[in-house]
């Protein structure tokens, strides 16, 4: 998959990420720039994702590993 990113930095309240760790499990976290890192549910990422004003996607591939896809976006 391809990412283009934005020649132009944005401004956000939250990132939110589904990152695999090493055994494969799914983590989801919220970040508020510069201040914390939360993991969160699975369920609270969803509806983040669902009910959120979403500014920006980026898919974060794993180099060797096209089955596991990762994801951040930014609200």
């Not at 990132?15 to 695999?20: E, L, P, Q, R, S």
């Not at 890192?37 to 060797?64: C, T």
């Amino acid at each position: 998959m391809k990412y283009i990113p934005s020649p132009i930095p944005i401004q956000y309240d939250f990132a939110y990420m589904a990152t695999a760790n090493k055994s494969g499990r799914m983590q989801y976290h919220k970040v508020r720039p510069g201040v914390s890192k939360l993991r969160i549910s699975r369920q609270e990422f969803i509806r983040a994702y669902n009910e959120l004003p979403i500014l920006a996607l980026r898919p974060m591939p794993v180099k060797g590993n096209e089955a596991v896809f990762q994801l951040e976006f930014f609200v």
